[in-house]
Structure formats: structure tokens, C-alpha cells
């Protein structure tokens, strides 16, 4: 099933955005690994809808109910079940557009797909809503590799054609910790607010806007991932692209580095303060041939502008077979970058989570 991932540390997302619950099954969390749940929760806070002029009003508690895996806040080695219920839905804001479907929505494939049984009341399935319980899950793997001194940071690296400060050559946990402690998650604040503006520029124009958020791993040994297809370019990329909106992942200088020179791009190898191995530059993203170096985990994930606009667009009717117009109503993000930080840190903290226990395994088989 497309809603499901992992190779030992499996997760499997369920529920839509109208219906009575979203939720998540995680197996293979490890025996006895400790869950504070109000750390998981203050995470959790940070994707809220209805917080601010820059999101959507829908307003939901995402209090997660925890129905099986968890004894004495302590993994229990079973399959782990978490429900969020839907208290706050306007279904009908989205009648009608199983005939007439939304432009850059999944109205019209999902319809094709399983033939107009698809619940697409808010996106259905499809919809950001469904990356809260992607945050239970993540929210809990930083937990665990926070004891391994491994530490999942993100930031805002633009919206629409303003940009943040990137991250420096070696981010640190207390930065981390800086910028998730902001209601806004920059870097730079002036640079945040040109971002602000330009969210609610598109916002009063009853349009959208979108832009990058930038992620860093930090503590992760060298030699995870492997070549080719087992690369961590491969396992992050496959993961990321399950958040709703994500069109495109680049890592290290990414996009930018193919239009350098190798003497630019190359990092040049030397030994860091502590003798180890390391690299005067980050352009290769701390990944060399899929395998991790020891540098920073560094990538930027793109995510499209708000599809849901409150302009009149163009699309067709189905039934009448002719092109027409609409105006779609409801209660929508004008960008949805500032929230999706905290989602790419959950989703690149199962993906490093799940990869380190397939490493353990290999190394020390089924212990």
C-alpha cells in the first residue's frame, strides 16, 4: 500500500480529512525505549492549524489517543496505534467537486483511480491533515535518536522568492532547538518577516504561495546507506515525497552545484578539532556515494503553493463534458511552509531511525 513505509521501523498512515479520525500504526519501535508524552505533544503543537493570521482557522486539538503499544509511557514492542479525531470539518464546503475537479488537487486522479468512491471532503486522504499523525510517529523517533545524540533540525529556507539564511557548516542542537521554539522558523528574523509578507500578500490577493524548507541531521555516523538504490538520498527522497505538496528534493549545494565546477563543488577532505575525518565544505550534503561521511545531513525539500485558492479557476465539467469555472470556499493555508517543518523533521527521523536499526540488524543480526 502507498500509505505505508519502512523496512524495520514500519509505519502506516489511515483516515482522511472529514472523517472521523486520522491515526498511525507503527511497528517495529524497540522494547523498553521511553516515550514522554509531553514533549511528543509540545511537537505536535508545532503543525497546529488555527494558531495565526498565517494558517488556516480550522482548529483542531491533535491530541493523539494512544490504543496500543505504549505501557508505563514505555514502547512495548508491539505494533503501536495512534488516533487524532476530526472535531472541526465543513464537509460541505466540498460538494460538487467530484464533477467539476479542483486544479493541482487529486479530485480528478483519485476519481479516475477508484472510480468516484474516494472521500475527497477536504482532500480526503490526500491532505495535509494526514501529516499530523506522520508527526506522532516522527515525533517519537526523535525521541530515540535524541539518546543517540542525533539530532533532526529544520528551518524555513523561502517563501516564494524571499530567502532565509541557509544553515551553517555545522548546525548544532541548541540551534535546533532556537528556531523550533519560534512561532515563525527562521533563521533570520528580518528575512522572516519579508517571508510574513509575502504569505499574506498572497493571502489578501486570495491567492497561495510556496517555497523550501531546509533540514539538517546532525550526530549521524559515517558509513549508514549503501549504493545506488539503497542510497540515503534514495530512503529520505521516497519519504519526504508522502508529504502532501512536496514537488521536489535536492541535497548538499543540490540544484545550485550543477551549475558550478567540480574544483567548486568538490569538498576538499581535512580533519576536524577532534581528529576525526571531515570536509572544509558541505556541498555533497554530508553523503558521498548514498553512505554517510560524518558531516551534516543537509537537504531541502520544495513544496508547491496552497492549491485551494479563492480565485475563480478554470477547469471542466465531467458530466457536461465543457470547460467551466469555479471558486473554491473553505478554510485553507495561504502557504503551508511554516507548518511543514516540524513534518519533514518527523519524516527524516523515521527514515534515520528506521535505516540505523537496519544497520544494527546487519551488523549484530536479531538481537
Same mark, same amino acid.
Given at each position: 500500500m502507498s500509505s505505508e513505509w519502512g523496512n524495520l521501523l514500519k509505519i502506516a498512515v489511515f483516515g482522511e480529512s472529514h472523517g472521523e479520525a486520522i491515526g498511525v500504526t507503527i511497528q517495529g519501535l524497540p522494547a523498553g525505549e521511553a516515550i514522554d508524552l509531553q514533549e511528543l505533544s509540545a511537537f505536535l503543537e508545532r503543525?497546529?492549524?488555527?494558531?495565526?493570521?498565517? *494558517?488556516?482557522?480550522?482548529?483542531?486539538?491533535?491530541?493523539?489517543?494512544?490504543? #496500543?503499544?505504549?505501557?508505563?509511557?514505555?514502547?512495548?514492542?508491539?505494533?503501536?496505534?495512534?488516533?487524532?479525531?476530526?472535531?472541526? @470539518?465543513? *464537509? &460541505? +464546503?466540498?460538494?460538487?467537486?467530484? =464533477? @467539476?475537479?479542483?486544479?493541482?488537487?487529486?479530485?480528478?486522479?483519485?476519481?479516475?483511480?477508484?472510480? =468516484? /468512491? $474516494?472521500?475527497?471532503?477536504?482532500g480526503g486522504h490526500f491532505s495535509g491533515r494526514l501529516t499530523a499523525p506522520l508527526c506522532i510517529a516522527g515525533g517519537i523517533a526523535k525521541q530515540i535518536l535524541a539518546r543517540q545524540n542525533i539530532h533532526v533540525g529544520a528551518h524555513i529556507r523561502s517563501v516564494g522568492t524571499e530567502e532565509d539564511a541557509p544553515f551553517p557548516l555545522y548546525p548544532t542542537k541548541e540551534l535546533f532547538t532556537a528556531i523550533a521554539a519560534k512561532d515563525f522558523p527562521v533563521i533570520d528574523e528580518e528575512k522572516g518577516k519579508l517571508m510574513r509578507q509575502a504569505?499574506?500578500?498572497?493571502?489578501?490577493?486570495?491567492? #497561495?504561495v510556496g517555497g523550501t524548507v531546509e533540514c539538517a541531521v546532525i550526530g549521524l555516523p559515517p558509513g549508514i546507506g549503501g549504493p545506488l538504490f539503497g542510497g540515503m538520498e534514495s530512503h529520505i527522497s521516497a519519504a519526504i515525497f508522502g508529504i502532501p505538496a512536496v514537488k521536489g528534493v535536492d541535497f548538499g549545494s543540490g540544484f545550485n552545484g550543477s551549475a558550478?565546477?567540480? *574544483?567548486?563543488?568538490?569538498?576538499?577532505?581535512?580533519? +576536524?578539532?577532534?581528529? /576525526?575525518?571531515?570536509?572544509?565544505? =558541505? !556541498?555533497?550534503?554530508?553523503?558521498?556515494?548514498?553512505?554517510? =561521511?560524518?558531516?551534516?545531513?543537509?537537504?531541502?525539500? $520544495?513544496?508547491?503553493?496552497?492549491? *485551494?485558492?479563492? &480565485?475563480?479557476?478554470?477547469?471542466?465539467?465531467? !458530466?457536461?463534458?465543457?470547460?467551466?469555472?469555479?471558486?473554491?470556499?473553505?478554510?485553507?493555508?495561504?502557504?503551508?511552509? !511554516?507548518? $511543514?517543518?516540524?513534518?519533514?523533521?518527523?519524516?527524516?527521523?523515521?527514515?534515520?531511525?528506521?535505516?540505523?536499526?537496519?544497520?544494527? &540488524?546487519?551488523?549484530?543480526?536479531?538481537?
Open positions: 503543525r497546529k492549524p488555527g494558531k495565526n493570521e498565517l *494558517s488556516t482557522p480550522r482548529k483542531e486539538a491533535d491530541t493523539p489517543l494512544f490504543l #496500543s503499544g505504549i505501557k508505563d509511557g514505555r514502547c512495548t514492542g508491539t505494533p503501536l496505534c495512534a488516533v487524532i479525531e476530526n472535531t472541526n @470539518t465543513r *464537509s &460541505k +464546503d466540498y460538494n460538487g467537486f467530484e =464533477n @467539476t475537479p479542483r486544479p493541482a488537487h487529486a479530485d480528478y486522479t483519485a476519481g479516475l483511480k477508484w472510480k =468516484n /468512491n $474516494a472521500d475527497l471532503r477536504g504569505i499574506l500578500a498572497a493571502k489578501e490577493d486570495l491567492d #497561495s558550478t565546477r567540480g *574544483s567548486e563543488n568538490n569538498d576538499a577532505f581535512c580533519f +576536524d578539532e577532534n581528529d /576525526n575525518v571531515a570536509t572544509a565544505t =558541505n !556541498h555533497c550534503g554530508g553523503i558521498l556515494g548514498g553512505i554517510t =561521511n560524518g558531516m551534516p545531513l543537509v537537504f531541502r525539500a $520544495a513544496l508547491k503553493p496552497t492549491p *485551494s485558492i479563492g &480565485k475563480p479557476q478554470q477547469t471542466v465539467d465531467l !458530466h457536461k463534458r465543457e470547460v467551466t469555472e469555479i471558486t473554491i470556499g473553505g478554510r485553507h493555508d495561504p502557504c503551508i511552509v !511554516h507548518r $511543514a517543518i516540524p513534518v519533514v523533521e518527523a519524516v527524516t527521523a523515521v527514515v534515520i531511525l528506521d535505516l540505523l536499526l537496519v544497520e544494527r &540488524k546487519n551488523i549484530y543480526g536479531n538481537i
